[in-house]
């Protein structure tokens, strides 16, 4: 069975960080392309950020570069998203998913095997 768990989340004040991880089970990473997203209540999904295991590109959306950043530990087969200089508007919930090879463009649809979830909310 395939699972993605996410984790890392929780209140943070503007400005601050917060590290969410992506624990993969199931399946190796090896040739996959992990993808971080988020909805906040009233919005459709937004991809945010990839990283593909088969080459190391990575992927940012305009609304994070610079802020955020992806990374993978493979002996862990763990994604993670480090999160710097948040703002209220990043208050939202936040999922992993899996596709094979290369990222592309960051469409839910793409993408397979969600985690539940992880609430990030910012606020003073």
């Known amino acids: 069975q395939v699972q993605f768990v996410e984790s890392g989340g929780g209140l943070a004040q503007p400005g601050g960080s917060l590290r969410l991880s992506c624990a993969a089970s199931?399946?190796?990473?090896?040739?996959?392309?992990i993808g971080w997203f988020r909805q906040a209540p009233g919005k459709e999904r937004e991809g945010l950020s990839c990283?593909?295991?088969?080459?190391?590109?990575?992927y940012y959306s305009n609304s994070v570069k610079g802020r955020f950043t992806i990374s993978t530990d493979n002996a862990k087969n763990t994604v993670y998203l480090q999160m710097n200089g948040l703002q209220p508007e990043d208050t939202a919930v936040y999922y992993c998913?899996?596709?094979?090879?290369?990222?592309?463009?960051?469409?839910?649809?793409?993408?397979?095997?969600w985690g539940q979830g992880t609430q990030v909310t910012v606020s003073s």
């Open positions: 990283i593909s295991n088969s080459d190391g590109s990575t």
């Open positions: 998913a899996a596709r094979l090879g290369y990222c592309g463009p960051l469409y839910p649809y793409y993408f397979s095997s």
């Open positions: 199931g399946i190796s990473l090896r040739n996959r392309a």
